[in-house]
């Protein structure tokens, strides 16, 4: 549901900024770039992300690889960046954006009510405190 979430938050934000490119970011070593591909021709049925439009990165492992290498992907520094994740995961997303300088704000709204939400709760705050410490060596 997670995955899904994400694909129907890009594909809103794709249709207020018809002329942004849409970076997705995942590990395809546990296949999630297969799964966002998969759910975006299920759920895109108007064709807003054409293929022009879209840019999978594929070698992420967490929201430090996510950023460091969306940035990269999209040569050129001055961008702005639209976040575009669930609710949840949006502080630590803004807060590795920061880090890296990137123009960035975040969008994304959970639509699917997580029965795990405990979980997602504590790892959202625990990984702030590990972005917290690794920005105070990163550079």
Same mark, same amino acid.
């Given at each position: ?25 995942? #590990? ?6 297969? $799964? %966002? +591909? ?6 895109? =049925?108007? &064709? *807003? ?41 949006? #502080? ?6 920061? $880090? %890296? +300088? ?6 994304? =709204?959970? &639509? *699917? ?27």
């Amino acid at each position: 549901p997670v995955i899904r979430d994400r694909v129907l938050n890009a594909l809103e934000a794709a249709s207020l900024h018809p002329n942004a490119k849409i970076i997705f970011t995942g #590990n395809e070593r546990i296949g999630e770039i297969t $799964i %966002f +591909k998969n759910l975006l021709i299920e759920l895109d =049925k108007s &064709k *807003t992300l054409t293929p022009e439009r879209v840019l999978f990165e594929t070698e992420s492992r967490n929201t430090w690889d996510n950023i460091r290498n969306s940035l990269n992907l999209a040569k050129n520094p001055d961008a702005r960046f639209l976040i575009v994740t669930s609710e949840y995961h949006q #502080n630590r997303a803004l807060a590795v954006a920061r $880090i %890296f +300088k990137a123009k960035a704000n975040a969008t994304g =709204k959970d &639509k *699917t009510t997580y029965s795990l939400w405990l979980y997602h709760f504590v790892k959202e705050r625990l990984s702030n405190l590990l972005i917290l410490i690794k920005s105070a060596t990163a550079f």
